[in-house]
């Protein structure tokens, strides 16, 4: 049953396929297996036809497809993905773009979603760094203020990141600050004496 529905949504990537998307990407050095080049539009639509359902969200992240794991974050039921399971998600992004829409689709949605953006931030993997900040600044951005030990944690690790070679890491924490310093006059003073010290 789940083999035949991917192999559907499959050839429904043929209709959504972008020559000139797939190029940009591959010249930009993201290599996927397999790249129809659709647009995230289009994704969101096909995600929106079929539903959540979490079979077919494992079974998808499983093809090393560029549409299919984004399909797959996008059909994900946020409260019923184990934190176990995000894990092997994250251990298996390899691609900015791939953690950039797990964070927005799925990750930010997740019951336990401050707890993994705080141990992400905290990780030597860039991807995880990145992904952290998105998801921080996606909870920030719908008013959710952390607790006094998760302010400490957060400007610490965004100082650090702020000195990373990482240009997409330095750009995550800078959005994720801004985000922050969005909560209010007292969140605004911190996130300033951050940018003050770099």
Known sequence: MIQSQIKAIKQSFRQMMDGSIAKSMRDKGVDYHLNWGATILRLREKADEIGKNYDLAIALWKENVRECKILATMLMPPDEILPEVVDIWMEQTETVEIAEQAAMNLYQYLPYAPAK??????????????????????????????????????????????LSPSLVVRKAALN????FAGLGLVYERLADSIFRRI
């Open 117 to 162: 953006a705080y141990e992400w931030i905290a990780s030597d993997r860039e991807i995880c760094q990145l992904c952290g900040f998105h998801v921080l600044s996606r909870l920030f951005m719908n008013g959710q203020e952390p607790n006094e030990r998760g302010i400490n944690e957060f400007l610490d690790q965004a100082h650090t990141a702020l």
């Open 176 to 179: 994720s600050l801004n985000r």
